[in-house]
């Protein structure tokens, strides 16, 4: 049975003003015991605020302008949990914006035992986030689905986010599948336009493994963004440690790219003052050439001659098994880069297809050090067990500690360490 969601509204009744005409529709009240009653109720520009407290419903918002607000003041403090599937927005032609938006996994770092979806399917829609919050929410591939993001998937809509935090949400493939690609731990967008403002982006990641019945392998595309045809613009925002990767213990992916971002015949895309740190398409040690692991930050497909530019963004230690740790770019498109710092990414910064425009800075570093070695000495010792246990318990998925990739310190990382990491 497929785990039940969790959607949690916060601070976004403080200061609320409201254009003439609108109407403020209270939840829980006479009128509107329940969010979705208050959804249909609903006349465009009106405001549904939401009280403290815990909704069980699967929220379906249809050709409604709205604004949706959390009167709590934190995130925790209202729930909205779905029983099945994704919240779904799809409104033709017309605005809809949620303030103080939090969702997150009702089961913390568990991966769903069967697969699912999470989060929030838009389509055809105008959507804007402010002071949103995504976390945990993690989904597997289905012939049903067109991605596989855990936080949003959309298509054909205008979305836009402004001081927005998606921490430790995935994507995963799903073995059962002749062929399975993870794509889009946290955001999966086709044939849209995506704006982002000044967000942190951090230890989501898209994991792959192979079926038995797969001749043709598995990959991950887009630890973080997944896109696909759509207009980008990435402003003042920051993505760290997020990973194209495998499954710990599973087969060895075919092709893993962009630890980060992976954009397939992008439109366009412009990032300034975006910041790059830690991000990986890599799996463990292997470095094998019959995989093609590409792009640590960034991988760029079939771009259109100077349609995407990079401007004033920083890439520190990202990287990629097989080439371009910091940007990858094929298919013949040049991506531009403009005053951007290169600092210590591995396996050639960037790769392919891509023009130095001027005021760049590119800064080389020495191999890095071993994993496990967690505080950089050289060596993998006592003092490196020390940071490990210190660090168990904590749910931080896309860690350094995590050495296995299940989303959790544990003692399954401790005895990974010790038996195949300490004293080399």
């Known amino acids: 049975m497929m785990q039940s969601k969790t959607l949690v509204l916060a601070a976004g009744f403080l200061g609320l003003t409201t254009p003439a005409m609108a109407a403020n529709l209270f939840v829980p009240s006479n009128d509107y015991p329940t969010i979705q009653s208050a959804i249909d109720a609903a006349r465009d520009g009106d405001n549904v605020l939401i009280s403290d407290g815990r909704y069980e419903e699967t929220l379906r918002i249809v050709d409604k302008s709205l604004n949706f607000y959390g009167r709590g003041t934190h995130p925790g403090h209202t729930s909205i949990v779905s029983p099945s599937?994704?919240?779904?927005?799809?409104?033709?032609?017309?605005?809809?914006?949620?303030?103080?938006?939090h969702s997150e996994q009702v089961f913390d770092h568990r991966i769903p035992l069967d697969p699912g979806e999470d989060g929030l399917l838009?389509?055809?829609?105008?959507?804007?986030?402010?002071?949103?919050?995504f976390d945990r929410l993690v989904s597997w591939y289905t012939t049903n689905s067109l991605g596989?993001?855990?936080?949003?998937?959309?298509?054909?809509?205008?979305?836009?986010l402004s001081r927005c935090v998606f921490e430790g949400n995935g994507a995963l493939s799903n073995k059962p599948y002749w062929a399975s690609v993870a794509r889009g731990g946290a955001i999966y967008a086709a044939s849209s336009t995506l704006d982002i403002?000044?967000?942190l982006f951090e230890f989501n990641y898209a994991r792959a493994d192979r079926g038995v019945r797969s001749p043709w392998g598995c990959g991950a595309e887009g630890g973080a963004i997944y896109m696909s045809g759509c207009d980008f613009t990435s402003t003042g925002t920051r993505y760290e440690q997020n990973r194209a990767t495998g499954v710990d213990g599973g087969s060895v992916p075919s092709m893993l790219h962009g630890g980060a971002i992976y954009a397939s015949y992008p439109v366009s895309m412009h990032l300034e003052r975006s910041y790059f740190i830690e991000n990986r398409a890599a799996f463990g040690e292997v470095e094998n050439a019959d995989e093609s692991y590409t792009g640590g930050a960034m991988y760029i497909?079939?771009?259109?001659?100077?349609?995407?530019?990079?401007?004033?963004?920083?890439f520190t230690e990202n990287?990629?098994?097989?080439?371009g740790g910091a940007v990858y770019s094929s298919g013949g498109g040049r991506t531009k880069s403009n005053n951007c710092e290169y600092d210590c990414n591995t396996s050639t910064q960037n790769e392919g297809d891509w023009f130095?425009?001027?005021?760049?800075?590119?800064?080389e570093c020495p191999e890095p050090p071993a994993r496990g070695d967690f505080?950089?000495?050289?060596?993998?010792?006592?003092?490196?067990?020390?940071?490990?246990?210190?660090?168990?318990?904590?749910v931080t998925p896309g860690s350094k500690y995590d050495l296995n990739g299940d989303g959790i310190v544990d003692s399954r990382d401790v005895v990974g360490f010790i038996v195949t990491r300490y004293g080399k």
């Open 319 to 323: 990287h990629a098994a097989d080439g």
């Open 85 to 101: 599937g994704r919240h779904e927005i799809a409104s033709s032609q017309l605005r809809f914006s949620l303030i103080g938006f």
């Open 122 to 133: 838009i389509h055809y829609s105008t959507v804007e986030f402010s002071m949103c919050e």
């Open 375 to 394: 505080n950089g000495d050289g060596n993998v010792d006592i003092k490196d067990l020390m940071e490990l246990y210190y660090s168990w318990g904590k």
């Open 356 to 363: 130095n425009s001027g005021g760049n800075v590119f800064k």
């Open 301 to 314: 497909s079939h771009g259109r001659n100077n349609a995407e530019y990079l401007k004033h963004c920083r």
């Open 197 to 199: 403002e000044d967000c």
């Open 148 to 160: 596989d993001a855990g936080a949003i998937e959309m298509w054909q809509s205008d979305v836009s």
